[in-house]
């Protein structure tokens, strides 16, 4: 399976640099969101496959087609003789190896997945099948392009090819219409009001900054590990979240468990 990007994209791990490395040392973390150099078109970077939420195993497996037929046989009356009964109990428990694994084992011994410049290349291992008329949901790790010359067309491409020497290309729909980014969010700074390990009650400031307005009605989602979420034991006296002067006067503002959001009602976010 073949995802070609705009040109910009980058599909791959976290590209670190000196300024944005992490010390574990340091109580304040680096800024982030500014896009890093990316790597040439010409080197190859290996990826990995997520999933997303709500992940359902969209493939199939060769044991498991060979053990439905045998099963089908069964079903219609027919009796198998030993060395099929043998077969089907193999590709049964293969069947079920491959299944456990799709649904929460390691991916990378089903898609292997690399990445050069913006094409993404996702390889099938031999006894994975992609069943016709599949939604194939997942997710890569990567960065967007960022906001460039105009007159580049904005357009992805979805491509399978064989895995033949040849890569013979079986079904292709270019063209495709990729996504109008407003701007990007860059995080200037996450500063903790207190650095002491057993902190219980404790704020931090975020320190955001857009490159464009964003118009009413806006949402600004932060999502962060579910180890910070407000411990139990935490006796603030004052709101959960509180916006600062550059927000707008009248903001929404939600909590969940491991996510916030702030949502401006009547005037951009800025």
């Not at 992940?55 to 045998?70: A, G, I, K, L, R």
Request: charged share 20%; hydrophobic share 35%; glycine share 6%.
């Amino acid at each position: 399976v073949e995802v070609e990007a705009p040109e910009g994209y980058y599909f791959g791990p976290e590209l670190e640099t000196p300024e944005s490395a992490y010390n574990e040392l340091e109580p304040m973390p680096p800024p982030q969101g500014r896009p890093p150099a990316l790597p040439p078109v010409s080197q190859v970077v290996p990826c990995e496959i997520l999933r997303p939420p709500e992940w359902s195993c969209p493939v199939s497996f060769t044991p498991c087609e060979t053990f439905n037929d045998f099963e089908e046989l069964r079903q219609r009356g027919i009796d198998l003789v030993p060395d099929e009964m043998q077969t089907m109990n193999n590709n049964r428990f293969a069947c079920q190896t491959y299944e456990t694994t799709c649904a929460t084992g390691d991916l990378k011994t089903l898609l292997s997945c690399r990445s050069m410049g913006p094409l993404l290349e996702i390889t099938l291992a031999p006894q994975v099948v992609l069943p016709p008329r599949t939604v194939f949901h997942f997710q890569v790790t990567g960065y967007n392009a960022p906001q460039g010359d105009p007159s580049k067309k904005d357009t992805w491409a979805f491509r399978t090819r064989s895995s033949d020497s040849e890569r013979t290309i079986l079904d292709e729909k270019p063209a495709v219409p990729g996504l109008e980014l407003v701007g990007a969010i860059f995080v200037e700074s996450v500063v903790p009001l207190d650095t002491k390990v057993g902190s219980i009650e404790n704020y931090v400031i975020l320190t955001i900054r857009l490159t464009n307005p964003c118009p009413p009605r806006a949402v600004l989602r932060i999502t962060h590990p579910p180890e910070f979420r407000r411990n139990a034991n935490a006796a603030f006296q004052g709101p959960g979240i509180e916006a600062g002067p550059n927000f707008p006067n009248q903001v929404e503002k939600r909590q969940g468990i491991s996510v916030f959001e702030l949502e401006a009602l009547d005037e951009p976010i800025r």
